[in-house]
């Protein structure tokens, strides 16, 4: 009797065992259904050469706090808004050739067939797909040069499904040929492309899927200094009151709120380091 | 099986279960950490573009 009880224990512990462990850990095969919608943004990290001046900053500025943690024996910083982790932070100081930058990640239903994708268009591989407990990843530079992570996830992350303060919540695509960056990343992600305004000659094209989404228009073509990238922006209370404390802090404002510029909801700034995010307070 | 048994089984599969959440909800692998050698896009981030039409739409 003992033996039987045993048996059946260990046989109920195992199966519960491999059901949640072997979910959280293991790689996952091609799901029917994908945990994320390929096409939304899941994560960001800020590749930087100098992790305590963006500890300082993007703290002081946006209430971020911080958790030290371990990728491997590199370490890696964990950005939290409220209990929500929103961001990481690594350091590519040992890289000669990183850019300090934001690095998005978009959601995809298969990382190696989206690779190939991108490397048919014309992009590169940054980091070959690698297997991480939440995901499996690589980093591309698309066919007009703008780096993005790809992220094949195994499961749901937290995350609002509204607009909520100190989160990343949009993501705009700089194009300097936004016919071609529109068919690309519809064949990407399953876009539904629609013009929402068209002005100064700019067409704004929203990207819609069933949970956030994103933006894109095509850079002037008098603006030489702007590489094609994914912007993401960070929703605000104040976008234009924050100006004053992003140049005290060390970074600089480098696109200010103005009425044109989205009723002075917005404003693109660079952190003591250099890498780029836009500033939103939303609805505006 | 009588009762005693059955109580003493379901006890350790709800401890067994327990610990699995637990240690499931840790969140020791949220993010990704790469790194990649790639110049940024800003020319050092001193300049953007000045015109931004459009906008987020939720």
Redesign the interface.
């Known amino acids: 009797?003992m033996l039987?009880?045993f048996t059946?224990?260990s046989l109920?512990?195992a199966c519960?065992?491999v059901a949640?462990?072997g979910?959280?850990n293991a790689p996952a095969p091609a799901a029917a259904a994908d945990p994320v919608e390929p096409g939304t943004f899941v994560?960001h990290?800020l590749?930087t050469r100098d992790v305590a001046g963006a500890r300082r900053f993007y703290g002081e500025l946006l209430g971020w706090r911080f958790e030290d943690?371990k990728?491997g024996d590199?370490p890696?910083i964990?950005a939290r808004a409220g209990a929500t982790?929103v961001?990481?932070i690594?350091?590519?100081s040992g890289?000669?050739?990183?850019?300090?930058?934001w690095?998005s990640?978009m959601a995809v239903a298969n990382v190696d067939t989206t690779v190939a994708l991108f490397q048919s268009g014309g992009g590169k591989v940054?980091?070959q797909p690698?297997d991480?407990?939440?995901?499996r990843?690589a980093?591309v530079?698309d066919p007009q040069?703008?780096?993005l992570?790809l992220?094949q996830m195994r499961r749901d992350?937290p995350g609002a499904t509204?607009?909520t303060a100190s989160h990343f919540?949009?993501q705009e695509y700089?194009a300097r040929d936004a016919g071609q960056a529109l068919g690309f990343y519809k064949q990407v992600a399953g876009y539904n492309a629609a013009i929402?305004?068209?002005?100064?000659g700019?067409e704004?094209?929203?990207l819609r899927k069933a949970r956030g989404?994103a933006?894109l228009?095509q850079?002037?073509a008098n603006?030489t200094?702007?590489?094609?990238?994914w912007l993401p922006?960070v929703l605000v209370d104040d976008a234009a009151s924050l100006a004053a404390r992003v140049t005290s802090l060390g970074g600089?404002v480098?696109?200010s709120a103005a009425p044109e510029?989205?009723n002075n909801?917005?404003i693109?700034v660079?952190?003591p380091a250099?890498?780029?995010l836009a500033l939103?307070k939303?609805p505006? | 099986?009588n009762s005693a048994?059955r109580v003493?089984?379901i006890m350790?599969?709800a401890v067994?279960?327990a610990a699995?959440?637990v240690?499931?909800s840790c969140?020791?692998?949220?993010?990704?950490?790469?790194?990649?050698?790639?110049?940024?896009?800003?020319?050092?981030?001193?300049?953007?573009?000045?015109?931004?039409?459009?906008?987020?739409?939720?």
């Open positions: 009797m039987k009880l059946a224990t109920g512990t519960v065992l949640v462990f979910l959280a994560w990290d590749l943690t990728r590199r890696y964990v982790p961001a990481g690594v350091d590519v890289i000669a050739d990183a850019g300090t930058q690095l990640f940054l980091v690698r991480l407990p939440l995901a990843v980093v530079a040069g703008a780096p992570g992220a992350i509204q607009p919540f949009w700089l929402s305004d068209s002005r100064l700019v704004y094209h929203v989404g933006g228009f850079l002037p603006v200094d702007v590489q094609p990238n922006y600089r480098i696109v510029r989205r909801s917005l693109v660079a952190d250099g890498a780029v939103q939303y505006f | 099986m048994k003493t089984r350790i599969l067994v279960i699995a959440l240690a499931s969140e020791g692998g949220v993010g990704v950490g790469v790194s990649t050698g790639y110049p940024a896009r800003y020319g050092g981030g001193t300049s953007g573009p000045p015109i931004f039409v459009g906008g987020p739409s939720y």
